[in-house]
């Protein structure tokens, strides 16, 4: 669905659909050229990174497998909990092999510098993180990150496989909520 088909929950569209096939294509483009001849693994974080994943792999060029992770760290609010639990683990071992880990989005980082610790302690030969969205406060923890489509402003966003309380991720468009949707 479109952000115009169900207008009145959103505040604002940050990006439209269009908007953000754009800007993968470019990642897409970079990411071919720095694995350029090598084993790559794109490990996506479910549920969030599913539409990134499915875009992303699908404007790359060459080669690469999919594997998945499942973690908690939020409830079904806007707040981090800052707790960590594995709730879906790869499938596949990763020693050895070039791991890009592909996220819906960065807000604090807590999740990510935690996800990355436990793929560190499995020896993969690369480890590197894209993420479709990046919020400031991340950037002042101090993550990590190779590739990002859009740095955005630190308000609650959903579409594009963000969620609310599990609604709207199949929302094509970016958008911030209006607060009486979560209040
Ligand atoms: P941290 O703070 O650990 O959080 O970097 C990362 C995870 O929190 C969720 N998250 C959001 N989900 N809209 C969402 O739908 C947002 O604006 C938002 N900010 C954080 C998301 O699951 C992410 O992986
Ligand atoms: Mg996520």
């Given at each position: ?107 604090t980082g807590l999740t990510l510098s935690y ?69």
């Amino acid at each position: 669905m479109r952000a115009t088909d169900i207008g009145q929950d959103f505040e604002q569209v940050l990006y439209t659909s269009q908007q953000v096939q754009e800007r993968l294509t470019e990642v897409a483009a970079q990411i071919d050229a720095d694995y350029r001849g090598e084993d790559l693994l794109l490990v996506g974080v479910l549920n969030g990174a599913v539409m990134v994943m499915a875009d992303l792999s699908r404007l790359m060029k060459s080669h690469c497998e999919m594997d998945w992770m499942a973690i908690s760290s939020y409830g079904s609010g806007t707040q981090s909990s800052g707790v960590v639990r594995i709730l879906k683990d790869l499938t596949n071992d990763i020693h050895g092999r070039n791991v890009l880990v592909v996220e819906d989005i960065i807000d604090t980082g807590l999740t990510l510098s935690y996800l990355v610790s436990n793929l560190r302690s499995r020896e993969p030969k690369s480890l590197e993180i894209m993420t479709m969205f990046r919020k400031p406060e991340a950037i002042q923890n101090d993550v990590e990150v190779k590739y990002i489509g859009f740095d955005i402003p630190d308000e609650f966003v959903v579409g594009y496989g963000l969620d609310y309380a599990q609604r709207y991720r199949n929302l094509a468009d970016v958008a911030t909520l209006k607060p009486e949707i979560y209040r």
